[in-house]
């Protein structure tokens, strides 16, 4: 592929709900570019942009892709991104190297929740937006209908450019409302003639209305149109791509990616109307301890961000990235600015699918892939060394479902950790972190589909299996009352033997203060020396576990009284003693289990706020308040004990159709109700 100027780039992110079509568009759009001579299939696999197992097995997208393509002498270096709510942190950072966002939305579903929540990312990115209305030669497909539901969610600034010839069945082209002609699809390709008598009043109805939608962001053009003065179809399309570009208007186009009808348009629009990398604002970026505006010019200083890294087991770890500004070429030595590694960049490379082209050069606002960088991770920024210039990391939506994972053998164990690693690096939505107090690994991620792949992936990419399991919840135990206990370690074994006496009060500290230790010795009861050991001893009892088993807290505990042997006392005698007395102690000091309670915040439509309301209060959840939240939505706050939402991702999509997000966080530590600690030691004796 040859190299475009950044005027002639255009970087282009399909978004959507899983079903709508942006795959199968995708697919359509390389076909009709005369990239690849079939179309392919999502339900057989042989698509471009999915191209993993897991994707073939399911039929549907799981990681973003890369397709460029060629198209009237433009560069289209399209992105397809997942529609499943598990994997919306690739359309994060779709969202924040592209300059043109296509939502692809169904004529036969409607507006759907993903389409719904890419639209807000994409306001709060700021990036150009325009709609393809697909499936309109399906069963039951509308495009008023979806027009409507457009205008209703994403308010004014919808703009439709197209309206179809015929619907469902009859669909067969569409009426181009800029230059009032018509392309009729009846022989496979577009064949430009009149628009049909029967919708022609319609449409020149909407395409004046389109006409005075333009003219009124534009003063002298609005002044020369009230005076009788019609502005010409490269105008209309010249105000048209400002505001797109600004973000205030958002053109509907309209067809059929299975037909394919009406994708060459598509394409046309694309280049004629949407933004390019030099057409985009300067990006604010830090340079040490300023902040400097990078132009997308290819002349300037190399500067590329990494949006995306894929670990393939046999050619290594893969860079995607967004060249910022400069130009880019083999062997070039650039700086990560995160670690200060120096990297080489070996071969340049553009990513059609799974496979790789090599190209020689690649200019700003060019997308590319580099192949085995040392020290790069998604995120990262490179740039010329001893210009420590970076560039924000892609937002991603906080992990809210856990799985613990061990290895399945000892040859499993040995790869885990490298595995993690780069399964990690593929994938900045998952996190992992070790529970100090469970013992166990967590492996988190945005739903349930989102931790089933990864493992799958983990095996088939790296060799590596791993047995999961729920993951526990960090109970710990504190006293009621003050008690007082003896601690008395004695041991003879033939020469020295172990001593060490010790009397120890308990009494219980307000929640949250931990654990102080308080030496009330007098009169050399206990010498001086072994009293760290005590206070060892009690510390790594209650650290260990109590009456039930849990690691213990918010407890005061003071030795009071001792006895010792000249020969036969050692810090190990009392450290035991001290062990001892504390266990004898807190099993007379009303020992309660305490639980976890998190602050969950979830946001929902209005119409489910009673619902999850409801189900938080059968959660044993104390809802704290409710506030309006940004697109109509309600956010519910409440403090809910943290073992009643392990599994909460999966129930909230449930109890709300998709379309509920909640965050957690640890709150603080309470009192359980006895006869729920009494099923909780029930159930881990069972297992």
């Not at 990078?294 to 500067?303: H, I, M, Q, T, W």
């Not at 219980?508 to 030496?519: A, S, W």
């Not at 309660?592 to 946001?603: A, D, G, Q, W, Y």
């Not at 706050?637 to 997000?661: F, H, K, N």
């Amino acid at each position: 592929m040859k190299v475009f100027p950044p005027e002639k780039i255009r970087n282009v992110a399909l978004v959507g709900h899983a079903g709508a079509g942006k795959t199968t568009l995708a697919e359509a759009l390389l076909y009709r570019a005369g990239t690849v001579q079939r179309l392919g299939t999502v339900e057989d696999g042989t698509t471009v942009t999915d191209f993993d197992p897991e994707e073939h097995a399911r039929g549907m997208s799981l990681s973003l892709a890369l397709a460029p393509f060629e198209w009237k002498g433009f560069k289209i270096n399209l992105i397809d991104t997942p529609g499943y709510a598990d994997f919306v942190g690739d359309v994060h950072a779709a969202m924040r190297v592209a300059d043109l966002v296509v939502f692809v939305v169904s004529a036969v579903e409607g507006v759907e929740v993903q389409t719904e929540y890419a639209w807000a990312v994409a306001e709060d990115v700021g990036v150009p937006r325009m709609i393809f209305i697909n499936k309109l030669d399906k069963e039951r497909a509308s495009f008023d209908r979806t027009l409507a539901q457009l205008r209703d969610r994403f308010g004014a600034g919808i703009a439709p450019i197209e309206l179809p010839i015929g619907e469902q069945s009859s669909f067969h082209g569409i009426a181009d409302l800029f230059r009032d002609r018509a392309y009729v699809y009846d022989s496979g390709h577009a064949e430009e003639s009149e628009i049909p008598d029967e919708m022609s009043d319609r449409e020149h109805e909407v395409h004046d209305n389109l006409v005075e939608g333009i003219v009124v962001a534009d003063d002298n053009m609005l002044e020369r149109y009230l005076e009788g003065d019609i502005p010409s179809v490269e105008e209309l399309e010249n105000t048209m791509a400002k505001g797109i570009a600004e973000a205030t208007v958002f053109p509907v186009v309209c067809g059929s990616a299975t037909g394919p009808i009406a994708v060459d348009r598509l394409a046309d629009f694309i280049v004629e109307l949407g933004p390019s990398p030099a057409d985009r604002p300067p990006m604010t970026v830090t340079a040490g301890d300023q902040t400097v505006e990078v132009e997308s010019d290819a002349s300037g200083d190399p500067l590329a961000f990494v949006f995306k890294t894929i670990a393939d087991p046999y050619v290594g770890q893969i860079s995607l990235m967004r060249i910022r500004s400069g130009t880019l070429k083999p062997d070039m030595a650039l700086s990560n600015t995160r670690s200060g590694s120096d990297e080489r960049l070996a071969k340049i490379a553009t990513m059609i699918g799974k496979e790789t082209e090599i190209v020689g050069s690649a200019p700003a606002g060019d997308i590319i892939a580099v192949a085995k960088l040392t020290d790069t991770a998604t995120g990262d920024t490179l740039a010329p060394k001893g210009k420590p210039v970076s560039l924000p990391p892609v937002d991603q939506p906080d992990p809210v479902l856990a799985t613990a994972v061990t290895a399945r053998t000892q040859a499993d164990e040995d790869k885990l950790a490298n595995a993690l690693r780069r399964i990690l690096a593929e994938d900045p939505a998952l996190h992992l972190a070790r529970n100090s107090e469970t013992k166990q690994t967590l492996l988190w991620g945005m739903g349930e589909t989102h931790l089933t792949i990864t493992l799958e992936r983990l095996e088939r990419k790296f060799g590596v299996a791993v047995d999961t399991e729920k993951p526990k919840v960090p109970y710990r135990e504190t006293i009621t009352r003050t008690s007082e206990a003896e601690g008395k370690y004695k041991k003879q074994t033939g020469g020295h033997g172990q001593f060490g006496v010790c009397f120890l009060r308990v009494s219980p500290l307000p929640r949250g203060e931990g654990f102080e230790f308080v030496d009330e010795i007098k009169g050399g009861s206990i010498p001086r020396q072994f009293i760290p050991a005590v206070e060892k001893g009690v510390a790594e009892t209650m650290a260990e576990a109590g009456v039930r088993g849990f690691p213990v807290v918010d407890v005061q505990v003071a030795v009071y009284d001792g006895k010792y042997h000249s020969v036969d006392s050692s810090e190990m005698s009392f450290k035991m003693a001290g062990r001892l007395g504390f266990k004898a102690a807190m099993e007379k000091a009303g020992p309660v289990m305490l639980e976890p309670i998190s602050r969950v915040k979830v946001t929902v439509p209005a119409d489910y706020q009673g619902d999850v309301m409801g189900d938080l209060s059968s959660r044993r959840g104390q809802l704290q308040g409710t506030e309006a939240a940004p697109g109509g939505m309600q956010m519910i706050t409440a403090l809910v004990p943290t073992s009643e939402i392990m599994s909460y991702a999966i129930d909230l999509r449930s109890i709300t159709q998709g379309w509920g997000r909640f965050t957690t966080e640890h709150d603080h530590y309470q009192e359980m109700p006895s006869h729920m600690a009494d099923q909780v030691i029930a159930a881990m004796e069972e297992d």
